[in-house]
């Protein structure tokens, strides 16, 4: 029943349908079409401009926001995952700073990074601060 009406579609309703359509011999032709003959004309070049969309969808440039969701932009890329170790007995300073923006150049230093980061993005993150306590 499905198929019937696919096939009545597309050997006889489309054809008929694509035969009464004013498509002009030449580029030309297309500025002599009457309004009536336009209003016939745009269903039919709305088809084609979405499928020539949808054909040519896979090869159009990603939308860069998708690059930008990214974290990580250039730290240690070529590791599976960022993993960084500091001993505690290692921190011999009564305060430090350690990047939570991932745009230190002394990662996981904080570097001030983040205070650029944050100007051009409008974000408001900033560095994990230890500190030892005074006694
Ligand atoms: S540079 Fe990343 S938090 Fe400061």
């Not at 580029?27 to 969309?53: D, H, K, M």
Request: net charge positive.
């Amino acid at each position: 029943m499905v198929l019937e009406s696919v096939a009545r579609i597309v050997k006889v309703q489309l054809p008929a349908y694509l035969k009464r359509l004013p498509v002009p011999e030449s580029i030309t032709g297309f500025a002599r079409l009457t309004v009536s003959e336009w209003l016939r004309l745009l269903p039919f070049l709305g088809v084609l401009a979405l499928l020539g969309y949808l054909a040519l969808r896979p090869f159009l440039p990603k939308k860069k926001q998708q690059k930008d969701s990214l974290i990580n932009l250039k730290i240690q890329k070529e590791n599976p995952k960022v993993v960084n170790e500091i001993n505690i007995e290692d921190l011999c300073l009564t305060k430090a700073a350690y990047c939570r923006c991932w745009r230190s150049k002394t990662f996981p230093a904080c570097d001030g990074s983040h205070n650029k980061h944050n100007e051009l993005t409008g974000d408001n993150v900033g560095p994990l601060i230890l500190k030892k306590k005074e006694v």
